[in-house]
C-alpha cells in the first residue's frame, strides 16, 4: 500500500493509497521492525517534498501526522526529522511549502499539545511569522487554522499563554479576508473556545476581540449564522469576565449603539423571542404568510433576535454599577424619538433588560413607566406590541413595586384586547397573566367583570391559536388573583374550559393542557364547595390526557393533580390508588431525564410552581415528565392521602429515595433527600429509624431508612431499589 503511495502514476490510485494507510498503519506499526520504521518515515517525508498533486499532498499530510501520533504515544522517538522538515518548509521561498507545513500543524493539533509542549516556543515562532501582512493569503488562513485549533485545545491550560499573545495577528489576518465566511467562522469558533480561557492575554485583547465580533455582527454581507456566531463570542465574553468587560464602557456603549441598530433596522417582531419555542404561535405566523414563505426561516436567527439575545446576555452578566445606566438611557432616548422603528428598539430594549437589571429597575419604575405606558397606547402596531412585551417582563421580574401601577396598567391592557393586531391581543394576555397572578383581590376587583367577560369573548371568537392558549391563561391568573370573588364567574369559565379538555387534535394538546391548568387554578381559587361540580369532570379529563402520547398534557395533568389534591382532600382519595403507582412507574422509566439536583430551594421552588400558582407563562412544557411525576409524589396533599394505604405509602417512599434528584453530588445527598420520611412523620406514625450502628450521626432534617430497613421492606414488596441507600462508616455520610 505505501509502494501505491510512493511510486504510482495515477494521483487518484495514490490519493486513495494514502487514505487507506492512515486507516491501517496503526493497527500494522508496532509490527514494524526499527529499519521498516525508519524506511517508512523517510519515504513520507520524500513524498511530501516531492508530491505534485495537492490532494494526494493533502493525504500524505494525515500518514504523517497518524505516524508521529503513534511515535509520541508509544514512548520513542519523537521523529525529530518530521520536525525539521515542517521548520524547513515553514521558511520555504515557496508559497505551497509554507502552506503545507502549517497543514502538518493542523493534523498534529492533539500530538502537539499532549505530547510536545517543549515544542512550543518554536512553532509559536513559526505561527508569527506567518501571520505578517506580507505573507501569502493561503498560507495565513494555513497558519490561522493551525493555531486555532491548537489554541481550543489548549484553552484551559496554561500553556496557552505562549500562542496566546498571537491574538492580534489572528485577528489582523481575519480582517484582511472578511469576506471569506469559512474562514471568519473559523475565526470566531477559536474566540468563543478562549473566552474562558484563563489566560490573561484574552483579558488583555478583550475590546480588539469585541470589536472584531462586532464588526461581524453589523457584516451585512456575511451569513446570518456567521454573524450569530460573532454575537454569541460578545456574548460567552460577557459572562466570562463581566468586570473586565464592563469596565470597558466605550466598548459597551459601543456594543449597545449596535445592538439597539439591529432592531431599529430589522423588520421582525421585537416581542417574538416571547413566543418564538410556541408552535401554536408559529402555526399563527404562517397562516399570515405568503405561499414562497419557508417555515424553516422561522428556525433560523434572525439580527432582531440576535441583537435581544446578546443584549439579554450583557444584562444579566455584566455588574449592574456598568450595564444599566447605559442600557436604560438609550431605550428611554429611543422612546422619545418621532421613527417608529426606533421608539420599538427602544421599549423591546427595556423588555430585554428587565431580567437582568430588575434590581436598579425597580428603583427606577417611577422614570420608566410613563414613557412604558405611553407606548401601549402607540399608533404603530409593532410598537404596541413591544410594549406589551415589556409590560409583561416588567411585571414578571419587578414585583413587587410594580403592582403600584395596577390602576394605571390594567385599563391600558385590557383596552389592547381589542386591537387589531394578533400580535398585539396575545402579548396583551400574556401581561395580564404575568400581572394579575399576584394581584390582590381588593386590586382586580374593579375591572373583574369585564375582564372575565372579555377574555371569554376572545377565547371564543378569535380561530388564532395563540391568542386562544394566552386567553386561557389569562384568566387563570385573573382567577388566582381575584380569589373567591371569582365564584360567580366558574360556571361560565368552566363551561368553557370543558370544550377545550376534550380536544383531541395533537395540534391543539397545548391548548386543552392550559384548560386543564385553568381549571386547577380556579379550584384553588374558590375553594372545595364552589369547585366541587366540576371536579370529576376535571378529574376524567385529567386521566384521559395521561392514557394519550404527549408530553405537555401529562405534565399539565400533574400540575391539576397536585392542585385538586389540595382543594378537594379526602374527596381525592378515590384517585390515589390508580395515581400513586402510575406515578411511581413513570418515576421509575429513567431515561436520563433526572438530573442531580444543585440547589435545595431551587427544587423546593419548582415544586411550588408546579403545585400551585406561581408558574412561567410558558408552563410545563419545558421540564420533563418523570421529574414533575416525582414532585407530585412528594406533596404534601397527595403525601396524606396515602398514609392509610401502608404499602403504597412504603413503595412511594423507596421511589422517592433512589432516584437521582435528591443527590447534590456522587456522595453528598441533598436535604432533599429526607423531606420525604419527615412528611410522613409528620402525618403518620409509620416512622423508620436507624438499624446501622455505623451511623455517626443522624440527619439534621429527621428520620432516615437505614439500608438494612429498606433492603427488608424491597423484599416485602418485591420491589427493587435502584440505588440503595449505603452508610458509610468512616464519615457518616451517605452515597446512593
Known amino acids: 500500500m505505501s509502494r501505491s503511495v510512493f511510486v504510482n502514476k495515477v494521483p487518484p490510485v495514490r490519493h486513495v493509497a494514502g487514505i487507506l494507510l492512515r486507516k491501517r498503519l496503526p493497527g500494522h506499526y508496532t509490527k514494524f521492525d526499527d529499519g521498516t520504521k525508519t524506511a517508512l518515515k523517510a519515504e513520507i517525508l520524500v513524498v511530501l517534498s516531492q508530491e505534485p498533486e495537492r490532494t494526494v499532498r493533502n493525504g500524505v499530510v494525515g500518514v504523517a501526522a497518524s505516524l508521529a501520533k503513534l511515535e509520541c504515544g508509544s514512548g520513542e522517538t519523537s521523529w525529530p526529522e518530521l520536525f525539521q522538515f515542517i521548520a524547513a518548509a515553514a521558511e520555504g521561498q515557496q508559497a505551497e511549502a509554507r502552506e503545507l507545513a502549517f497543514w502538518l500543524l493542523s493534523e498534529m493539533t492533539d500530538t502537539l499539545g499532549t505530547h510536545l509542549k517543549a515544542q512550543f516556543e518554536p512553532i509559536a515562532g513559526l505561527f508569527r511569522n506567518a501571520l505578517v501582512p506580507t505573507e501569502d493569503a493561503k498560507v495565513q488562513k494555513a497558519a490561522v487554522k493551525s493555531l486555532g485549533q491548537l489554541l481550543s485545545f489548549l484553552a484551559d491550560e496554561p500553556e496557552v499563554e505562549v500562542f496566546a499573545g498571537l491574538i492580534p495577528a489572528i485577528l489582523q489576518v481575519a480582517s484582511q479576508q472578511a469576506n471569506d465566511e469559512e474562514f471568519i467562522a473559523t475565526v470566531l469558533d477559536v474566540l468563543y473556545d478562549l473566552a474562558y480561557s484563563p489566560s490573561q492575554a484574552v483579558a488583555v485583547h478583550l475590546v480588539q476581540i469585541v470589536h472584531f465580533a462586532l464588526e461581524c455582527v453589523k457584516a451585512q454581507n456575511l451569513e446570518m449564522g456567521v454573524r450569530d456566531s460573532a454575537a454569541l463570542v460578545i456574548a460567552t465574553l460577557a459572562e466570562a469576565k463581566p468586570k473586565s468587560f464592563g469596565k470597558e464602557e466605550a466598548m459597551v456603549a459601543q456594543v449597545l449603539e449596535v445592538l439597539f441598530a439591529l432592531i431599529e433596522n430589522s423588520p421582525d417582531s421585537a416581542a417574538g423571542a416571547l413566543f418564538e ?60 424619538s418621532p421613527q417608529a422603528n426606533h421608539r420599538k428598539a427602544g421599549i423591546a430594549g427595556l423588555g430585554v433588560i428587565a431580567e437582568g437589571c430588575s434590581e436598579p429597575l425597580r428603583e427606577h419604575l417611577h422614570e420608566v413607566m410613563p414613557h412604558v405606558l405611553n407606548t401601549a397606547r402607540d399608533a404603530d402596531a409593532q410598537v404596541r406590541e413591544c410594549a406589551c412585551f415589556c409590560l409583561g417582563q416588567i411585571s414578571e421580574h419587578c414585583q413587587p413595586e410594580i403592582l403600584a401601577y395596577s390602576e394605571q396598567i390594567l385599563p391600558i391592557v385590557f383596552g389592547l384586547l381589542d386591537d387589531q393586531s394578533v400580535t398585539v391581543q396575545a402579548t396583551s394576555c400574556y401581561v395580564l397573566e404575568m400581572f394579575c397572578e399576584r394581584l390582590e383581590p381588593d386590586a382586580v376587583r374593579p375591572l373583574l367583570d369585564s375582564l372575565v367577560k372579555k377574555l371569554a369573548g376572545m377565547l371564543e371568537a378569535t380561530n388564532k391559536r395563540s391568542v386562544q392558549e394566552m386567553a386561557v391563561a389569562a384568566l387563570a391568573a385573573t382567577a388566582v388573583a381575584a380569589e373567591e370573588e371569582f365564584t360567580p364567574y366558574v360556571g361560565g369559565v368552566a363551561s368553557l374550559m370543558t370544550k377545550c379538555m376534550v380536544l383531541t387534535e395533537e395540534r391543539l394538546y397545548t391548548l386543552r393542557g392550559r384548560a386543564l391548568e385553568c381549571m386547577g387554578h380556579m379550584a384553588i381559587a374558590v375553594g372545595r364547595e364552589t369547585f366541587r361540580p366540576y371536579f370529576q369532570a376535571t378529574m376524567e379529563c385529567a386521566c384521559e390526557g395521561l392514557t394519550r402520547d404527549s408530553t405537555d398534557l401529562h405534565e399539565f395533568a400533574y400540575a391539576v393533580f397536585a392542585n385538586l389534591a389540595k382543594v378537594m382532600k379526602e374527596e381525592f382519595a378515590p384517585a390515589v390508588s390508580e395515581l400513586v403507582p402510575h406515578l411511581i412507574e413513570v418515576i421509575g422509566t429513567d431515561e436520563g431525564q433526572l438530573e442531580p439536583a444543585e440547589d435545595a430551594e431551587q427544587v423546593r421552588s419548582e415544586l411550588c410552581r408546579v403545585c400551585f400558582k406561581n408558574r412561567s407563562s410558558l408552563g410545563l412544557t419545558s421540564a420533563n415528565c418523570n421529574r414533575f411525576a416525582l414532585l407530585l409524589l412528594r406533596t404534601d396533599s397527595l403525601v396524606r392521602l396515602m398514609i392509610p394505604i401502608t404499602k403504597m405509602t412504603m413503595q412511594a417512599t423507596l421511589c422517592c429515595m433512589s432516584v437521582p434528584l435528591f443527590l ?73
Open 664 to 736: 447534590k453530588s456522587k456522595r453528598e445527598p441533598s436535604p432533599l433527600l429526607e423531606k420525604w420520611p419527615l412528611t410522613l412523620e409528620q402525618h403518620s406514625a409509620l416512622i423508620w429509624k436507624p438499624s446501622c450502628k455505623s451511623c455517626k450521626r443522624r440527619p439534621a432534617t429527621g428520620t432516615h431508612l437505614s439500608r438494612v430497613k429498606l433492603q427488608t421492606l424491597c423484599r416485602t414488596l418485591s420491589i427493587q431499589v435502584l440505588r440503595p441507600i449505603t452508610m458509610v462508616k468512616s464519615s457518616g455520610r451517605r452515597a446512593m
Open 277 to 336: 419555542s410556541n408552535p401554536a404561535w408559529r402555526e399563527d405566523l404562517l397562516e399570515g404568510n405568503d405561499e414562497d414563505f419557508d417555515p424553516e426561516d422561522m428556525d433560523s436567527p434572525t439580527e432582531t433576535s440576535m441583537a435581544q439575545g446578546t443584549l439579554d446576555m450583557l444584562a444579566c452578566e455584566i455588574p449592574k454599577k456598568y450595564i444599566f445606566q447605559p442600557a436604560v438611557s438609550r431605550c428611554v432616548q429611543r422612546l422619545s
